[in-house]
């Protein structure tokens, strides 16, 4: 058994959330370069313009990209061969903790639905754990905009609906979303499982990366398909029209019940702030 000491593991944690919030992914950062000259109108360039030189300005300034500092998500997974001393989320938290308040970001948790008191921390992440094979931990962190968590969707199909009802329902939500999650968008698509699993799925979904497609032929089909006809809606960047409403979409999937097509879809804004750590 590996022994892992749990304040590697706050540090870590510490480090990640003021990275992503100061830095976007450079390889989002070339896909909204490429988005900018697939645009046509002056205003929609103009509005990745404004993307492009902001997370320029983060990046340099050691500020953050955007005032939604966001709640940390963190996909956990745990060696079998691991052990520890002490509460790893616990662990976890603390980085949450110590990072906010270094990084200066803005503490954007509150404690209750009604009294919506801030917990003052930014804590506690929502932590989904794994357990996996070996002698490592690792997490894929991120700092979700609520914004764009707002647009987001879990629906119950019914399995005659099939591809046709999946797409016009990630569509519909896409359009009625308009400009409110911040597009251009990662559009994290979970189908299958039951109503908690699907949720989850569109959540790892929004973590892979962008040039990654499915290994399912049928669904990296739907990958394509829902990327083109979600930049054909025009609602553009930051809904203002345009070509550019999505710059990927990620489909996972899982077995599900026989009456059941559960579907997912967890909306990313642009400011797209995550990464992965292993100890
Ligand atoms: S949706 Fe994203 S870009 Fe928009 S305010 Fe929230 S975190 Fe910022």
């Known amino acids: 058994m590996r022994q892992i000491n749990l304040v590697d593991i706050t540090k ?30 002056d205003l929609s360039k103009s509005i990745l313009s404004d993307i492009l030189e902001n997370q320029e300005i983060a990046k340099e300034g050691n500020i953050p990209l955007c005032q939604d500092t966001g709640v940390v998500v963190v996909l956990l997974e745990v060696g079998n061969n691991v052990t520890y001393e002490g509460d790893i989320y616990e662990a976890i938290n603390e980085g949450v903790r110590q990072g906010y308040l270094e990084g200066y970001l803005r503490k954007s948790m509150v404690t209750h639905p009604f009294n919506r008191v801030n917990t003052l921390d930014n804590t506690p992440a929502i932590i989904h754990t794994k357990i996996i094979q070996g002698d490592k931990i690792k997490m894929k962190i991120a700092a979700k905009g609520g914004g764009s968590e707002n647009m987001s969707k879990v629906t119950m199909l019914t399995p005659t609906e099939g591809i046709e009802g999946v797409k016009q329902l990630v569509l519909d939500t896409i359009f009625n979303a308009g400009g409110k999650p911040c597009p251009p968008l990662i559009v994290g698509i979970g189908i299958g499982g039951n109503l908690e699993k699907s949720a989850q799925l569109a959540k790892e979904a929004i973590f892979r990366d962008l040039d990654d497609c499915s290994d399912d032929k049928t669904i990296k089909k739907l990958e394509e398909d829902l990327y083109n006809e979600i930049n054909a809606l025009g609602v553009g960047p930051m809904g203002v029209g345009g070509n550019t409403t999505c710059l990927a979409v990620k489909i996972n999937y899982y077995p599900m019940h026989i009456a059941s097509l559960p579907v997912a879809i967890n909306i990313q804004c642009h400011s797209a702030r995550h990464t992965e750590v292993e100890l």
């Open 12 to 41: 870590l944690v510490k480090e990640a959330v003021i990275k992503i919030n100061y830095n976007l992914d450079q390889s989002l950062v070339s896909l909204i370069q490429k988005a900018k000259t697939n645009e046509t109108r």
